[in-house]
């Protein structure tokens, strides 16, 4: 039997080796100083971008905890970033006069609204013109821009909707239309494709984004030959849009949040807004 020195001996040994080239234990994980909980709030239509770079970023930075997230509109996402209640906000309009220099926009693509048909609908193209008189029912045919014989049904986005502001910013150069008195009201995009796919004569307004992009049962009119799609969109060709922005505080941002808006302006960021 060994004795007790024999046992300590091959301990030692054994200790000494690891330390001279033996297995190594790991070293900590170095903890990620963006770590944290950060606010971010503002206007739901730029809400799908900000989204998707954000949960991008987390994977990147996996202590990150985003908080809100939610629809507070616009305004009050440059004021909450102006008091410094929010981290970071994010607005679907340009900066009024009264909050630049006050916060830095960061543009994050752009939102629009499309005129939306039935994809079997031959008419895939209108004018402004013919539009607005669609809508305000001084024309009721299909025959009379050109298509079938058949009613034309209206469907409209509830007053106060982004889609359908932007909708009458263009169309009617501002002003709140008189719409014709059967338009029906719908509050979801998904209420306005269900109702098209059910009445194939019916044309809509539509928030034009990924999900709206890849419905192939819909089609959106081209208007006055300029066709609305992705590239005319962010390009502003297509002039029924509306610009998106992150707003931050650069006095104020915190690391993470300045790490984030880089993520954004980089390659990284601008690839995940070219898919959306």
Not at 12 to 25: E, H, I, N, R
Not at 47 to 73: C, E, R
Request: hydrophobic residues 40%; contains cysteine; aromatic residues 8%.
């Amino acid at each position: 039997m060994r004795s007790l020195r024999t046992v300590s001996l091959i301990i030692t040994a054994a200790l000494f080796a690891v330390s001279c080239g033996g297995a190594v234990l790991p070293a900590p994980a170095t903890a990620d100083p963006l770590s944290g909980q950060y606010i971010v709030n503002g206007g739901g239509g730029a809400l799908d971008n900000v989204k998707a770079l954000a949960d991008a970023f987390k994977t990147m930075h996996t202590g990150i905890t985003w908080q809100g997230l939610a629809d507070i509109g616009s305004n009050a996402g440059v004021n909450l970033v102006v008091s410094g209640e929010t981290d970071l906000g994010y607005i679907s309009r340009d900066l009024l006069d009264t909050e630049k220099g006050k916060v830095e926009a960061v543009s994050i693509g752009s939102s629009g609204t499309a005129v939306a048909v039935a994809a079997s609908n031959p008419i895939k193209s209108l004018t402004k013109d013919q539009v607005a008189k669609i809508f305000t029912g001084a024309i009721t045919d299909w025959k009379d821009v050109g298509g079938t014989p058949g009613k034309i049904r209206i469907l409209i986005r509830e007053s106060g909707a982004s889609t359908r502001s932007a909708f009458e910013a263009y169309f009617f150069d501002g002003k709140k239309p008189t719409y014709t008195t059967n338009a029906v009201e719908v509050t979801t995009y998904d209420e306005t494709v269900k109702a098209i796919n059910s009445f194939k004569e019916s044309i809509g307004m539509v928030t034009m984004n990924a999900a709206t992009f890849g419905n192939t049962s819909i089609a959106f009119a081209t208007i006055d030959g300029v066709t609305a799609s992705r590239d005319n969109l962010n390009s502003g060709k297509y002039q029924v849009r509306r610009p998106l922005y992150l707003v931050y505080d650069p006095a104020k941002a915190k690391p993470a949040i300045k790490a984030f808006v880089d993520f954004v302006k980089g390659p990284e960021g601008q690839k995940i807004l070219a898919g959306l």
